[in-house]
C-alpha cells in the first residue's frame, strides 16, 4: 500500500507513528534492513535519524582543481570511457570523466551492470564523492552521479545532508542518496503534522524556531544560518527534556526521601581525628566532607556522587564520614564491585581503627556459612557498625537493624538498580555515597548522574610523584627486563597486565600464559618469585596471589585487568601493560594507577607492536603526556563519544542522544539545566498550564524515570 495524504490524515497526527515500509520508496525488505541497522522502524524514526554532516552543494569543482586531500566534493563533466579491469582479487569497472580541465577516475566495485547501463557517453553529469589516490592517481570511488537537471527530491537545497551509512545499507542502495529521497518525501507528508514539543513562552524566550522547521532544516538546510538554528534548536531541546527529567527525579527523591540527622560529632570521629589520622587532610578532601555533613544536617535523603582521580583518597573521606554515622548510632556498609578489593577496604579500615572499639566485618560471596551466621546476627543486633563487602550486601537476606549511611566503591561497575536496592534497605532510606575512581566528564557526570549531587576531589596528597609513563616497542623488551631487575634490586614490586588470559587464534594480542612463561624464564625462580592473578581462578586462589604480592613475598604479579581497580600495593613501582593498544583510555588510567602511591619514582610502560592505529596512537600519547585522570576522561569523550566510555557500557547511558555531543555541547547543557530548575523552582510538578506541554512530553518519553505521584 502506499501511503498517500489523504489516509494520512485519517490517521489525525498519528501519521509519524507509521511504520516506515509505507514510505514510498521503502517496502518490506528495506524496512528490514533500515530496522536492523540503524533501529528506524517508523516515519517518526527517519525523520529523527539525523545527518553526521554537510556539504556545499553550490561549489564545483574543476576535475584539476581535485587533490586528494579535500573531503567530499562535487564536479561536473561527461563519460569519455569505460573500462572493465579483473583481477583475481576484484572486479571493478572504471569510467573516465571529463570536463575541460582535464580527466579523472570513478571506480565501481559493485552494481557494475547497472552502471554500464545507466552512464550514456555525452551527458553532462554531476559527481560526488571523496577524492583517494590510487597507484599515484587521484580516484573517486563510487561517487554518487545524477544528470545535472535531476530532480529527484521535492525539496530542494544547496546544503546536502550526509547520512552515515553501513556496508549493509550502502550494498542496498540505502546511502545518502536514498536518505534524501526518504527524508524529502516524508517532509513533503507530514511537514504540517509535526506537532510542536515545547511550550509556546520557551520557544519565545529562547529564541528556538518551531519544530517542523528544525526537522525541515536539519534535513534540507534552506541557508546556513537556519541549518545553525535547527541544530540549536533540536540539541536544546534533546538536553533540555533530559536534565528536567533527571531534576524532577532529584526533586522527587528530596521530598520523599526524608533523611537520617546526624547531628553529632562524636568520640569515634574526634579518636581517630586526633590519634589515628597518619596525615593532615587535603583541602579537597576536607572541603568534600564538609559538603557530606551537611547534607547529613538536612533531613533529606543524601545521594551523592564523589568524583576523586586515583590515589586521591576517597576511602578515607568515606571512612570519617561513616564515623559520624556511627557516632550518631547508625550502622554503615561499603561496597566494593571485587571480592579482592573488598579484601582490601576491609584490611585498610580495620587497621585504620585500630585501638578504636568499632565492629568491622567483611561479607562476599565467599564468606563461609558458619561466619556467616555471626555475622547476619551482629547486624542485626546492630553491633556490627561497619559491613564491608561485594554485591553480597546487597542479596535480601542481609538484614541491618539500622543502617544510616551506604557508601558504594568505583561506581561504574554497579548498575543504577543495584543502587536503588541499597537504598531501600531501610524504611527510611540511608544516606548514599557514590565513589568512583574513573573520572568522568562533567557533562557526562550531569547526564549519567543527573540526579545526584556531585562532589570533586581535585587534588591528591601532597608529596606524591607522577608515574612516568613510557610508550615502549615489543623490540625493547630486553631494556625493559634489565630496567625490572633493578627496581627489583632496589627492593620494588613490578606488575605485567595483559589483555588476554590465553592465546587467541582471532587477536594478535599478548597473552597471560606466553608472558608468564617469559617472565620466569627471565626471571627465575627461587631468586626471583613471579605470582599470577586472573578472572578465571577461584576466589581463595585469587586472594592468596594477591596477598601474597601485596606481602611482599613475590616480585612480580602478572595478571589480567582484574587489578584494574582499586587495589593497593604501595611498594609495587613498575607496570608493565602488555599490548597496551588494546586497553581504553580510563582503563589504562585506572591500571597505572595501581603504582605511585609509595613515596618511590614509579615507572608505567605501555608495550605494544610498531603497528597501531591512529586512535591507539593517540591514546597512548595522551597517557605518555599527562596523569590527570580529568584530562584523560574529557579526551576519552572526544575520542570516542559517550556511548563507549567505559563504565557507561554497564551502567547503560540511559538516554540516546541523538544530536547532542556530550563532548561539545557541555555549555548548552548547563544553560538547558539551568532553565529545567527554573521551571522547576517556579513550579515543581508542572502542574501550571503553561507547563503541560512538558509534563506530558516527560511522561511520554521519561515515563519511567519520574514517578509523578511522589512529586507535590
Ligand atoms: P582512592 O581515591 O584511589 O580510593 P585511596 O583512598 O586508596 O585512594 O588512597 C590512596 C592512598 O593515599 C592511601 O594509601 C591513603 O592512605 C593515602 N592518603 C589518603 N589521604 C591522604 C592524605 N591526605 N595525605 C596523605 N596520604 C593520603
Ligand atoms: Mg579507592
Known amino acids: 500500500m502506499d501511503l498517500t495524504v489523504e489516509n494520512c490524515l485519517s490517521n489525525d497526527n498519528m501519521i509519524l507513528e507509521t511504520e516506515i515500509k509505507f514510505l514510498v520508496g521503502v517496502g518490506p525488505k528495506r524496512a528490514d534492513i533500515l530496522k536492523n541497522e540503524l533501529n528506524i522502524s517508523t516515519f517518526k524514526d527517519m525523520l529523527y535519524t539525523f545527518p553526521y554532516r554537510y556539504i556545499d552543494r553550490t561549489k564545483f569543482y574543476k576535475i584539476n582543481e581535485i587533490t586528494e586531500d579535500l573531503p567530499y566534493i562535487q564536479f561536473k563533466g561527461k563519460i569519455i570511457r569505460l573500462e572493465n579491469v579483473e583481477t583475481p582479487s576484484n572486479k571493478r569497472l572504471i569510467a573516465y570523466a571529463a570536463d575541460d580541465s582535464g580527466e579523472i577516475q570513478l571506480v565501481f566495485f559493485k552494481g557494475i551492470k547497472w552502471i554500464k547501463n545507466k552512464l550514456k557517453a555525452n551527458t553532462e553529469y554531476v559527481f560526488f564523492g571523496k577524492p583517494n589516490v590510487f597507484n599515484g592517481k587521484i580516484n573517486i570511488i563510487h561517487p554518487e552521479t545524477e544528470t545535472v537537471n535531476d530532480e529527484n527530491n521535492q525539496i530542494n537545497s544547496n546544503i546536502q545532508a550526509l547520512y552515515s551509512s553501513t556496508e549493509v545499507l550502502k550494498n542496498n542502495f540505502l546511502g545518502t542518496k536514498a536518505f534524501n529521497r526518504f527524508q524529502s518525501a516524508l517532509l513533503t507528508l507530514c511537514y504540517n503534522q509535526i506537532d510542536e514539543t515545547l511550550p509556546e513562552y520557551i520557544i519565545y524566550q529562547y529564541k528556538l524556531i518551531a519544530l517542523k522547521d528544525a526537522l525541515l532544516n536539519i534535513h534540507f538546510p534552506q541557508s546556513p544560518e537556519l541549518l545553525e538554528k535547527s541544530q540549536y534548536r533540536l540539541k536544546f531541546e534533546e538536553l533540555f527534556y533530559i536534565q528536567l527529567s533527571l531534576l524532577l527525579q532529584r526533586l522527587n527523591r528530596l521530598q520523599k526521601n526524608g533523611g537520617f540527622i546526624f547531628p553529632k560529632i562524636g568520640c569515634n570521629f574526634n579518636n581517630f581525628y586526633k590519634n589515628n589520622l597518619p596525615f593532615e587532610l587535603t583541602n579537597a578532601q576536607k572541603r568534600v566532607i564538609k559538603e557530606i555533613r551537611k547534607d547529613f544536617a538536612t533531613g533529606k535523603q543524601m545521594n551523592r556522587l564523589l568524583q576523586g582521580d586515583v590515589g586521591s583518597g576517597k576511602t578515607l573521606v568515606a571512612l570519617i564520614c561513616m564515623l559520624i554515622a556511627i557516632d550518631n548510632g547508625f550502622q554503615t556498609c561499603i561496597m566494593a564491585p571485587t571480592e579482592i578489593l573488598a579484601g582490601q577496604h576491609y584490611q585498610t579500615i580495620s587497621e585504620m581503627l585500630k585501638g578504636i572499639d568499632i565492629n568491622v566485618r567483611l561479607l562476599t560471596g565467599s564468606t563461609k556459612k558458619s561466619e556467616r551466621k555471626l555475622i547476619d546476627a551482629d547486624l542485626i543486633s546492630?553491633?556490627?557498625?561497619?559491613?564491608?563487602?561485594?554485591?553480597?550486601?546487597?542479596?535480601?537476606?542481609?538484614?541491618?537493624?539500622?543502617?544510616?549511611?551506604?557508601?558504594?566503591?568505583?561506581?561504574?561497575?554497579?548498575?543504577?538498580e543495584q543502587r536503588a536496592k541499597l537504598r531501600y534497605k531501610n524504611a527510611v532510606s540511608p544516606h548514599v555515597l557514590v565513589m568512583t575512581a574513573t573520572p568522568i566528564p562533567r557533562t557526562l557526570a550531569m547526564t549519567l548522574y543527573g540526579d545526584l549531587d556531585i562532589s570533586v576531589i581535585d587534588e591528591l596528597p601532597p608529596g606524591r610523584k607522577n608515574v612516568k609513563t613510557v610508550h615502549l616497542l615489543d623490540t625493547k623488551r630486553l631494556q625493559l627486563f634489565g630496567f625490572i631487575r633493578r627496581q627489583i634490586n632496589l627492593g620494588r614490586q613490578i606488575y605485567v597486565v595483559y589483555p588476554l588470559i590465553k592465546e587467541s587464534e582471532k587477536m594478535d594480542y599478548k597473552n597471560l600464559e606466553d608472558g608468564y612463561f617469559a617472565i620466569t624464564q627471565a626471571f627465575p625462580p627461587p631468586e626471583y618469585v613471579t605470582c599470577v592473578v586472573h578472572g578465571k581462578m577461584k576466589t581463595n586462589e585469587k586472594d592468596f596471589a594477591m596477598n601474597y604480592f601485596a606481602s611482599g613475598?613475590?616480585?612480580?604479579?602478572?595478571?589480567?585487568?582484574?587489578?584494574?581497580?582499586?587495589?593497593?600495593?604501595?611498594?609495587?613501582?613498575?607496570?608493565?601493560?602488555e599490548s597496551a593498544e588494546r586497553f581504553g583510555l580510563s582503563q589504562l588510567h585506572q591500571l597505572r594507577g595501581r603504582v605511585g602511591r609509595g613515596a618511590e619514582q614509579s615507572y608505567c610502560f605501555l608495550m605494544s607492536d610498531v603497528k597501531l592505529t591512529t586512535e591507539a596512537r593517540k591514546r597512548l600519547q595522551l597517557m605518555v603526556k599527562t596523569n590527570n585522570g580529568f584530562e584523560i576522561a574529557e579526551e576519552d569523550l572526544r575520542l570516542r563519544g559517550p556511548g563507549d566510555i567505559e563504565g557507561t557500557q554497564q551502567s547503560g547511558l540511559p538516554f540516546n542522544l541523538k544530536i547532542s555531543n556530550l563532548a561539545k555541547d557541555g555549555k548548552l547543557l548547563e544553560y538547558v539545566r539551568n532553565i529545567a530548575f527554573d521551571i522547576l523552582n517556579e513550579d515543581n510538578s508542572l502542574e501550571l498550564k503553561k507547563n503541560s506541554l512538558l509534563r506530558k512530553n516527560l511522561e511520554k518519553n521519561f515515563k519511567k524515570q519520574v514517578d509523578y505521584s511522589a512529586i507535590s
Open 382 to 416: 546492630g553491633k556490627t557498625k561497619i559491613l564491608v563487602g561485594t554485591h553480597a550486601l546487597i542479596e535480601e537476606t542481609v538484614k541491618f537493624d539500622n543502617l544510616g549511611f551506604v557508601v558504594i566503591d568505583e561506581q561504574h561497575r554497579f548498575g543504577v
Open 553 to 577: 613475598k613475590a616480585h612480580i604479579l602478572v595478571a589480567t585487568s582484574v587489578i584494574e581497580v582499586g587495589v593497593n600495593v604501595p611498594n609495587a613501582s613498575v607496570m608493565v601493560i
